[in-house]
């Protein structure tokens, strides 16, 4: 059974940066499709970044140029580097692995606030 954990948020202010986690336990297929989401109060689950077992990458225009998707496949971790963040930023961060099945972590609380 595989399980995700997540880690590195935490409360920032505008302009601050922070660098999330998720680390997967037990074995994962090598193509695996590595991926962050967030969910903002009231709002829908909404993809971040995803980033394919061979390095490529994809983006919601609303963090292109801020934030970083990167994966290390030996460890099977992803990483999501956010810079510039903002208020609007603020959500609960999910990692998801799609490879055999899909995997889903229990999420890391990020707040963006003054």
């Known amino acids: 059974q595989v399980q995700l954990a997540e880690s590195g948020g935490g409360l920032v202010h505008p302009g601050g940066s922070l660098r999330l986690s998720c680390v997967a336990s037990?074995?994962?297929?090598?193509?695996?499709?590595m991926s962050w989401f967030r969910q903002a109060p009231g709002k829908e689950r909404e993809l971040v970044a995803g980033?394919?077992?061979?390095?490529?990458?994809d983006y919601a225009d609303a963090v292109k140029g801020r934030f970083t998707i990167s994966r290390d496949n030996a460890k099977n971790t992803v990483y999501l580097q956010m810079n510039n963040l903002k208020v609007q930023d603020t959500a609960v961060y999910y990692c998801?692995?799609?490879?055999?099945?899909?995997?889903w972590g229990q999420g890391t609380q990020v707040t963006v606030s003054s």
């Open positions: 980033i394919t077992h061979y390095g490529s990458t």
């Open positions: 998801q692995f799609v490879g055999r099945e899909t995997y």
């Open positions: 037990g074995s994962i297929s090598s193509r695996t499709v």
